[in-house]
Structure formats: C-alpha cells, structure tokens
C-alpha cells in the first residue's frame, strides 16, 4: 500500500493543480505580453469588442463611464501609442546621445588632466638629470683642473729634484776629480779617517 503524502481528496487535489496551471498560464501571458511590448510595440488584439470602465473628471465629481472599444477605436489608441512611443524613443535617442557627449566630454578632461600629469612628473626627472649632468659637468672640469695642478706640482716637484741631482753628481764628479788630481800630483792615495 502506498503512502499519499498529499493527505488531500481527488477534488481538492484536482482543484490545487488547476489553480497552479491558471497561474503558471497568467504568469506566461504578462510575461510574453511585456516582451512583445518591449521589443516589437504594442500588441495587436483580435478585434473584438471589449468593455473598458473609464473614469472622467468634470465639475470634480468623479463618473465611471463604460466604454466599448472596437477595431476602430483600437487602431486610435494604437496610433496614439507608437506616436508616443516614437516621441519616446526620440527622447531617449536625444538623451543618450546627450549623456555620450558628457561622458566623452568627462573622459577628455581626465585624458588631457592625465597628459599634463605625466608631462610634469616626465619634466622634473628630466631637469633633475639636466641638472646633474651640468654638476657632473662642472666636478668635471674641476677635476680636471686639480689632476693638470697635481701633474704639474709633480713636474715642478721632479725638475727640483733633477736639478739637485745633477748638482751633487757635479758636485761628487768635482770631488772625485780633485782628489784624483792629487794623487797624480802627489803619488799616494789620500787616507781616509774612520773614526769613531
């Protein structure tokens, strides 16, 4: 025996599911109506006479009137719909465009604000670099003109020193020369002294 888990009888049963489908059915008519209307425009009813209630204002008392439309009255209505429909996309054309021109216009602003960005913070490396190379430029010369003063220092300093040189070998030569002189003149070598 199998166990109903609904516990409702036939006819309550029956009727739950006709009321699903009489959802489900509603629910796909206005979602099928909508979709026709959003993308194809009003949608067009056979023309059958249907009764509308219409409320009117006058002298401020409301009044309920019963209107019937027929096909006649239902092309008006249509007619009056794609001219504002038209007037409406019209409208939204003109608006979108505008809000194109704005953002483009925004964007532009950003591009040329982000162009002047990047040329000041291109420009200070730039006059930074310039301004490294005229100082690297300048210990340059300066280092230049200390390693021609240290060479000549150095050539100054070594033409001192020749000339000493040359002076005491002139001088050690005369030395030499003399003694060698009284040795021819005398005969025996001259002693020299260690004392201590």
């Known amino acids: 025996m199998k166990r109903n888990y609904y516990d409702l009888s036939d006819g309550e049963f029956a009727a739950e599911m006709a ?6 059915c509603s629910l796909e008519e206005n979602a099928g ?18 009764p509308m209630r219409r409320t009117s204002m006058s002298n401020h008392k409301a009044s309920t009137e019963i209107m019937t439309i027929t096909p006649a009255t239902n092309d008006k209505m249509q007619n009056g719909i794609s001219r504002g429909s038209r007037k409406a996309e019209n409208e939204a054309d003109a608006w979108e465009k505008a809000q194109i021109v704005k953002i483009r216009k925004r964007y532009d ?18 006059q930074q670099m310039e301004r490294r190379k005229t100082q690297l430029e300048i210990a340059m010369k300066r280092n230049l003109q200390h390693y021609k003063n240290k060479l ?28 060698s002189n009284k040795i021819r003149s005398t005969g025996t070598e001259p002693v020299t002294c260690f004392c201590f």
């Open 33 to 50: 109506s909508q979709y026709e209307t959003k993308t194809r425009g009003p949608v067009i009813r056979p023309a059958e006479a249907a």
């Open 19 to 24: 009321a699903s489908a009489f959802a489900i």
């Open 109 to 126: 602003e950003l591009l040329s604000a982000l162009i002047v960005w990047e040329n000041e913070k291109k420009m200070m490396p730039k």
């Open 152 to 179: 000549a220092r150095i050539d100054h300093i070594a033409k001192g020193a020749r000339t000493q040189a040359e002076e005491k070998r002139r001088y050690e030569e005369y030395i030499v020369k003399e003694k």
